[in-house]
């Protein structure tokens, strides 16, 4: 199947059509470049923005929903439930799940598989024809195609991925902790 089938895909809102250069009573936060970094969303890189007028719908981030910077480094994020509610600004796309495919295909899932050595070949493809892209269009990224098994098979893999994922996100904070340790002993001896 190609992304096209499986979700809508919308670019984010431009900035400057709703964003106020004054404090206004709609504040609220926003996805930064700097927001995403290998594929965790980083609350402390989020905006905090005053917009013209209150805004509602697609513009603001839903559970289940991937994000994809339009620009390269390509990167992904998943959302979960606790990131909801934020404002997705023109370098990223949306891809939100069409309802049809609610029952039968885990967004997490696509999110994990979005990462593969397939997708990632499609990428280069599209992007190999001109050194001078540095941004992806929407209709190459719906043309990607990829492979959505069973919903009781995505779920055993999901719970694999998750499992690992959780185990790096471990290893990766203890070798910040480590390193922490080794500067102390350094500046203290």
Request: charged residues 30%; contains cysteine.
């Amino acid at each position: 199947m190609i992304l096209d089938e499986l979700f809508d895909i919308k670019l984010g809102i431009l900035l400057n059509r709703v964003k106020s250069n004054e404090k206004t009573d709609f504040k609220c936060r926003a996805f930064t470049i700097k927001s995403i970094e290998n594929s965790t969303i980083i609350g402390n890189n989020l905006e905090e923005i005053y917009l013209k007028q209150e805004t509602s719908g697609d513009i603001y981030s839903k559970e289940g929903d991937i994000l994809m910077k339009g620009s390269l480094p390509f990167s992904f994020a998943y959302i979960p439930k606790e990131w909801e509610g934020i404002l997705i600004p023109s370098n990223f796309y949306i891809l939100r799940l069409k309802e049809e495919y609610k029952e039968k295909i885990l967004p997490q899932y696509v999110f994990y598989k979005l990462h593969s050595n397939n997708i990632n070949n499609q990428f280069k493809r599209i992007l190999q024809g001109n050194a001078a892209v540095i941004t992806f269009n929407k209709q190459d990224l719906q043309a990607i195609e990829l492979e959505i098994p069973k919903i009781d098979e995505q779920k055993k893999r999901l719970k694999l991925f998750n499992l690992m994922n959780k185990k790096l996100n471990f290893l990766r904070k203890k070798v910040e902790l480590e390193e922490k340790l080794l500067k102390g002993i350094i500046n203290n001896y």
